[in-house]
């Protein structure tokens, strides 16, 4: 009974990362206008834009703590986007399984908004203002660092 469950959440997940790159009238959206809907439907807001893929130990680690601060500045003017690199989609679906992401999750199979972000290693986030502008980069996740993280979290909230 558990493994149909997981089959199903997987179609569903697939279903969705599948869904989620077409418009509703049935045209490509490129990953690139996905983050850019994306970015204009949260503009105002502070943005934590994390890049991971399936692959990476420390992107498992850092999902539950996505997960909670989503939670505890949502209310605030705060949202996580992430942006999946895999280059199949059921390696991100597997994933998102074992990892799930109460988060927006954008697929860059080609991995083109990596390259104009100019991404380094897995994980990386970035940082957004409410101006739009980018103001804290960090290559891979520590747990040692997440006051840090955080405080550049309320700094950026704090600011009108």
Not at 20 to 44: D, F, M, P
Not at 55 to 66: A, T, Y
Not at 85 to 108: K, R, S, T
Request: contains cysteine; glycine residues 4%; hydrophobic residues 40%.
């Amino acid at each position: 009974m558990q493994h149909q469950f997981k089959i199903f959440i997987l179609f569903t997940l697939l279903s969705s990362l599948f869904i989620s790159s077409y418009s509703s009238a049935n045209e490509i959206v490129t990953s690139r206008q996905a983050l850019e809907q994306s970015l204009a439907k949260h503009r105002g807001k502070v943005v934590y834009l994390d890049f991971w893929a399936s692959w990476c130990v420390p992107c498992k680690r850092s999902f539950p703590w996505m997960n909670k601060i989503q939670a505890k500045y949502k209310a605030k003017g705060f949202t996580v986007v992430s942006v999946n690199l895999d280059a199949e989609h059921a390696l991100a679906a597997e994933f998102l399984l074992d990892n799930p992401a109460a988060f927006e999750v954008i697929y860059d199979p080609k991995g083109k908004i990596a390259k104009h972000f100019k991404i380094q290693g897995m994980p990386s986030s970035m940082l957004i203002g409410r101006d739009g502008k980018i103001k804290f980069r960090h290559t891979g996740f520590f747990n040692k660092k997440i006051p840090e993280y955080q405080q550049e979290i309320e700094t950026l909230l704090s600011q009108k």
